[in-house]
């Protein structure tokens, strides 16, 4: 019998990282979940039949460090690793930047990130796994109205993908840039102009990064998706 694969997923208490977590559950693979709220994680866990829950901030580097290896130790092995935390300010310019929030977001969306990977590296490298990064529309296009933290750390993701499929390919691990436009999830609420309803229904759902998530976790191993983006038909 085929063991049953394992994926850490953080951000996962809602919103892509939630989705991503309850479809790689339903295809069959076991899960732990990392996100602030304890409770949202049981949410996430009860919508995907059970998982291993581990609450805690991914910018805190010994708690990262310390959830990697609770997942090895819980289920002897990790096969994937899917980055979903991220954060934003509604002050995005130059004349209104704030550099505490500055610091807060580069931390959250890119160092968070490299500390995960580090951490888990050593397990994927053991079952040939992959990480996927969920970055962002304005990591792959430069997006004025993203904000000057965000841009640039979310355009940082997809340098630090590319280093790790150019550096950890002799050990069969491979890395995707996902960047995502425009979804519908809590997230719009830390826009300047937050959308409204009808402008929402024209936006991807958490459910369709999720599927495309769990596209690059079913790739055979010899398929690396470097990059992918995914976005509405109505974002410009």
């Known amino acids: 019998m085929t063991e049953r694969k394992v994926v850490w997923v953080t951000g996962a208490g809602s919103g892509m990282g939630r989705a991503a977590a309850v479809s790689a559950a339903r295809a069959g693979w076991r899960i732990a979940l ?5 409770q949202a994680l049981i949410e996430t866990a009860g919508s995907a039949g059970g998982g291993l829950v581990l609450p805690g901030d991914v910018t805190d580097a010994a708690f990262v460090a310390s959830a990697a290896g609770s997942v090895v130790a819980e289920f002897g092995r990790l096969d ?3 980055l979903a935390a991220g ?3 509604k002050r995005r310019f130059w004349p209104d930047l704030d550099l505490e929030a500055f610091d807060a977001i580069v931390d959250t969306n890119l160092t968070a990130v490299a500390h995960a990977v580090h951490a888990a590296l050593p397990a994927l490298r053991e079952t040939h796994g992959t990480v996927v990064v969920i970055s962002s529309y304005s990591g792959w296009s430069f997006s004025p109205g993203a904000g000057v933290a965000y841009s640039a750390s979310k355009t940082a993701l997809g340098a630090l993908c590319r280093t790790l499929n150019a550096q950890e390919a002799g050990s069969g691990v491979r890395a995707t840039h996902l960047c995502p436009g425009d979804v519908a999830t809590d997230f719009l609420e830390q826009r300047p102009v937050v959308p409204d309803a009808d402008a929402r229904s024209r936006m991807l759902t958490p459910e369709d990064i999720g599927r495309a998530v769990q596209f690059v976790l079913d790739s055979p191993r010899h398929v690396r998706v470097d990059e992918l983006v995914i976005s509405p ?3 410009a």
């Open 80 to 82: 994937a690793l899917v």
């Open 233 to 235: 038909v109505s974002q």
């Open 34 to 38: 990392t996100g602030r709220r304890e």
């Open 87 to 89: 954060s934003n300010t």
